[in-house]
């Protein structure tokens, strides 16, 4: 679960960049974050990662209580966590197997469990063709399904997808929003920031709009594409 309590985030004196901020992302719930540019959503993700902290108010993560949170148990923290971003991040000199499986190699997780771990996230995201392949050689939306891949081979309690279709076509965004609800339906919470509205009407659900530091809008909305 995330829950912040009375939030409010000031990088100066005088900016004030999260007013006393109130939300609840109950575990298993997919939600859109959208906004206008310095509406506060990057702020958003950056306190959930334990990057920046509360001026004021109380943040909580995956059990964690993230404002009194130890350095040292930060670590800790993030192995909940997967996250997927706008640039994809790929190791380049690291075929697909590999740039998944690293994330579970640098915490020594076992080889039988690596290998497992990683042929469930590759069927899932329907990589199969593409292991043996490196970053150059992907499309970008074959980027992207390796990053969601990675992002949930150590499998999260949490997702936080930031603009993952920032970079690829239009038709491409669609597949890589249905990955993540097909996620999301195996029990893990996704919360995707986004500016592409089509996106959020088409498949709706629940929407939070951040505007100028403050929760303008956290509904329920119907989408275009109900096959639910």
Partial sequence: MVKLENVSVCYQKNLQV????????EDGDFAFVVGSSGAGKSTLI????????ATSGNVYVNGF?????????????RRTIGVVFQDFRLIPNMNVYNNIAF?????????????????YAVELL????????????LSGGEQQRV?????IVNRPQLIIADEPTGNIDPERSYE??????????????VLMVTHEHDLVKHFGGRIINIDEGSIAFDSVIGGYNETE
């Fill in 18 to 25: 999260l007013n006393n901020v109130n939300l609840t992302i």
């Fill in 46 to 53: 950056k306190l959930l990662l334990k990057e920046i902290d």
């Fill in 65 to 77: 209580d993230v404002t009194h949170l130890r350095k040292r148990k930060i670590p800790k923290l």
């Fill in 103 to 119: 994330v579970l190699r640098v915490t020594d997780t076992p080889r039988k469990q690596i290998k497992e771990r990683v042929s």
């Fill in 126 to 137: 329907g990589l199969e063709e593409k292991l043996k392949s490196y970053p150059n050689e």
């Fill in 147 to 151: 990053a969601l891949a990675r992002a």
């Fill in 176 to 189: 890589i929003v249905e990955l993540l609800r097909e996620i999301n339906k195996r029990g893990t919470t």
